[in-house]
T-cell receptor, first 112, second 111 residues
């Protein structure tokens, strides 16, 4: 089964601080995604990437940056964390666009 | 407005019963529907996908799709307590691989 790992699994950050969430996949997948999940909003796409060194904006990119330095790694960066960014963040990967997305275990981020 | 609408929000069925979940997209460009299951505190895992009109069955799970109305439904027969989870419907368009998720249906199967 496809393996997607995320680190850290949970984090408490202060308002205005910088937060980096990391995602690593060992499945040779080209596509990677970052989602956030909030009660009442479901899963929403923040950024995604088709290939290393290239990222695309998703549906809610404001306040987030993404970095794909290699095929295996995809990071989500919050330069100035805000209270509204408290959520669970999931990374996912897939081989091609029409294939099943495999999700990582999630990172619970709390911004105080 | 949510582009992918799911109903009901929550559902309680007895063990051994049938659970029926619905999902509709308002985006005419949608060409693929996905059903994911998310147990509490876990990550979503794909159950089934469908892109052709008609029905697809895998074990106790059956998914229907009506492309004209952009409506899909998931039916779980002989429901088990382990089926208790959040069921997420997602739609995708073209070859971007982007999924738009609905808010989900919370299913509780009572022993």
């Amino acid at each position: 089964e496809a393996a997607v790992t995320q680190s850290p699994r949970s984090k408490v950050a202060v308002t205005g601080g910088k937060v980096t969430l990391s995602c690593h996949q060992t499945n040779n997948h080209d596509y990677m995604y970052w989602y956030r999940q909030d009660t009442g909003h479901g899963l929403r796409l923040i950024h995604y990437s088709y290939v290393a060194d290239s990222t695309e904006k998703g549906d809610i990119p404001d306040g987030y940056k993404a970095s794909r330095p290699s095929q295996e790694n995809f990071s989500l960066i919050l330069e100035l964390a805000s209270l509204s960014q408290t959520a669970v963040y999931f990374c996912a990967s897939t081989r091609e666009s029409s294939y099943e997305q495999y999700f990582g275990p999630g990172t619970r981020l709390t911004v105080l | 407005q949510q582009k992918v609408q799911q109903s009901p929000e929550s559902l309680i069925v007895p063990e051994g019963g049938m659970a029926s979940l619905n999902c509709t997209s308002s985006d005419r460009n949608v060409d693929y529907f996905w059903w994911y299951r998310q147990h509490s505190g876990k990550s979503p895992k794909m159950l089934m996908s469908i892109f052709s009109n008609g029905e697809k069955e895998e074990g106790r799970f059956t998914v229907h799709l009506n492309k004209a109305s952009l409506h899909t439904s998931l039916h779980i027969r002989d429901s088990q307590p382990s089926d208790s989870a959040l069921y997420l419907c997602a739609a995708s368009t073209g070859n971007t691989g982007k999924l738009i998720f609905g808010l989900g249906t919370t299913l509780q199967v009572q022993p």
